[in-house]
């Protein structure tokens, strides 16, 4: 009996070939051959066009602003996810003024020393909010930490060498869009505009929320670094030149083309200086105006905006924005450049 058993379940044992994909050994080789076909086919094809005097500008172009960029990108990222991890939400309600009128300039002037890249900024509002800090406030607050914080600035210092006024007009250009904008929310901003998400308290460990910030912003950040810094070398590349300079010689277009140019390519705040540098057909005032308003609004930013506090305020406080924005920059422009 104890050997039929055993016969029994020997035999509902799978064979070992049962389940089991035929060994890669007589695969690989084609494989290889096929990946080297085509890195000759390609050398072949694409060769001649890979030697071009264009294209090797466009990458000595799409290099220099990515590597430049990067260390402040990254710096940038980790102390927004620090912050955002480490510094409890109740700081905000005890360190603002208790009068909206004057939390507003206190809120926007503490972007100058709590960085966050723009990606951060809208949930971070949100939060303020939902802890009991004014809209108005918290808007500041917005505009304000991804366009003056130490970070950017110096960036701005960075990449504009032997123009020193370029930061010192991006700071007070873009701290003056976000107090103002934060005073007119608050004087003809209504209830029924805006959408105040709940937000639950969070739980886990802290390194946690750290880590996960950190990860998102940099991976957010760096894909839109790559596109700007792309997009720039393509436009000193490709566009023609005397098309720059007929736009950049009309003084309120080039503003404006620069202005929507920034909302379009969306790079984050730590980065923009470097694209800005490189173009260098436009004059310093249309310089700044691209490095005021990219922090404020662009692609990005709308669609965060509209879809965390609703299609009311986004139609509403993103035209303000860009207006104020350009507006601000020309003046600043022409006072301190």
């Known amino acids: 009996m104890s050997e ?5 379940v020997s035999e509902e044992v799978p064979p070992p070939e049962w389940g089991r994909r035929q060994p890669l050994g007589a695969v690989s080789p084609w494989i290889f051959v096929v990946v080297v076909g085509l890195l000759l086919l390609g050398r072949l094809v694409f060769a001649p066009y890979l030697t071009a005097p264009a294209l090797q500008a466009w990458a000595t172009i799409f290099v220099a602003i990515c590597v430049q960029a990067l260390p402040f990108l990254a710096f940038g990222v980790l102390l927004s996810a620090a912050i955002t991890a ?16 004057l939390a507003v300039p206190v809120a926007g002037a503490a972007g100058a020393v709590l960085p966050g890249c723009e990606c951060a900024s809208v949930p971070v509002a949100s939060g303020l909010m939902s802890r009991g800090v004014t809209p108005a406030a918290a808007l500041a607050f917005l505009l304000a930490s991804p366009a003056i914080n130490p970070v950017v600035i110096v960036a701005t210092v960075v990449a504009f060498p032997g123009e020193p006024m370029m930061a010192v007009a991006r700071f007070g250009a873009s701290l003056v869009v976000a107090v103002v904008a934060g005073w007119v929310w608050l004087r003809f901003g209504r209830a029924d505009w805006l959408r105040i998400p709940s937000r639950p308290v969070g739980h886990g460990p802290k390194w946690r929320s750290f880590v996960e910030a950190m990860r998102h912003d940099f991976l957010h950040a760096g894909g839109f670094l790559v596109v700007g810094g792309a997009t720039a070398a393509t436009m000193n590349v490709v566009v023609p030149r005397a098309w ?3 736009v950049a010689g009309i003084p309120v277009l080039s503003v404006l083309v620069l202005a929507l140019l920034a909302v379009i390519l969306s790079i984050c705040s730590e980065a923009d200086a470097f694209v800005a540098a490189s173009l260098t057909a436009f004059s310093p005032t249309a310089k700044l105006a691209f490095l005021v308003v990219g ?3 662009d692609l990005k930013l709308i669609a965060l ?24 920059s020309m003046a600043a422009g022409e006072v301190l450049l």
């Not at 039929?4 to 029994?8: A, C, H, L, Q, S």
């Not at 879809?307 to 924005?325: H, M, N």
Request: glycine letters at 6%; charged letters at 20%; a positive charge.
């Open 295 to 297: 922090p404020m609004v």
């Open 305 to 328: 905006q509209t879809g965390t506090f609703g299609r009311r305020f986004a139609a509403r406080f993103i035209p303000l924005t860009f207006v104020l924005a350009v507006v601000v």
């Open 4 to 8: 039929r058993v055993g016969v029994e």
């Open 86 to 101: 480490f510094v409890p939400a109740s700081f905000w309600t005890r360190a603002l003024p208790k009068r909206p009128f």
């Open 244 to 246: 720059l300079e007929s």
